[in-house]
């Protein structure tokens, strides 16, 4: 039996957050409804995030809605790639068009989830060796989106990623999605 569609659910190391997101895999696309919450702490005010992923037949991002909502207020992000590679931002106060330097994949800070779109992209669930990716790389609670770059090195102990907030050796199921996230989260 197929497990898609399927909820995933993670909870932060540390306590102050949640992520839940509902997939649905169909060959290599997906779609994805999620929702993190986090508690006050010294990384973050108190919020809720939710988002919408959609990727292409290659498991690319093509389109992903966030919306952001701390005590003071909300934020929406509209973000989308388009037929030439270009991404076109919409935070409602500002519109971006730029290529990120060729990114294929949004990464949201928080989100162990995000990380399986290079992951499974680049099989490296399945294999071994070193990858750069560049990606759309969008911070929680504010939504500043910055052009960002994210190394995976996939080896027996797991894979390895250096991001720009981050070093971890994650661990994942055979479908690439992670089960454990050292330091930000592990799914329960």
Known sequence: MSRWP??????????????????????????ASG???GGECADHPAFSASYDLITDEN????????????????????IARDQENYWLIDTGGS???????????????????????????????RSSG????????VRLPDLLVQEASLTYSAGPD???????VSSATLTVDPDGFVLDYPGLAERI
Do not use: C
């Open 6 to 31: 399927a909820l995933l659910t993670w909870r932060a190391h540390n306590g102050s957050r949640m992520e839940s997101v509902r997939v649905v895999v169909t060959g290599n696309r997906i779609r």
């Open 35 to 37: 929702r993190i919450t």
């Open 59 to 78: 498991g690319a991002t093509k389109r992903l809605s966030l919306r952001s909502t701390v005590a003071a207020g909300e934020q929406h992000a509209s």
């Open 95 to 125: 519109h971006v068009r730029s290529t990120f330097a060729g990114a294929l994949d949004v990464d949201v800070v928080l989100s162990p989830f995000f990380n399986t779109l290079p992951i499974r992209r680049h099989a490296l669930a």
């Open 130 to 137: 070193d990858v750069e990716v560049p990606v759309v790389y």
């Open 158 to 164: 797991g894979i390895h990623v250096l991001s720009p």
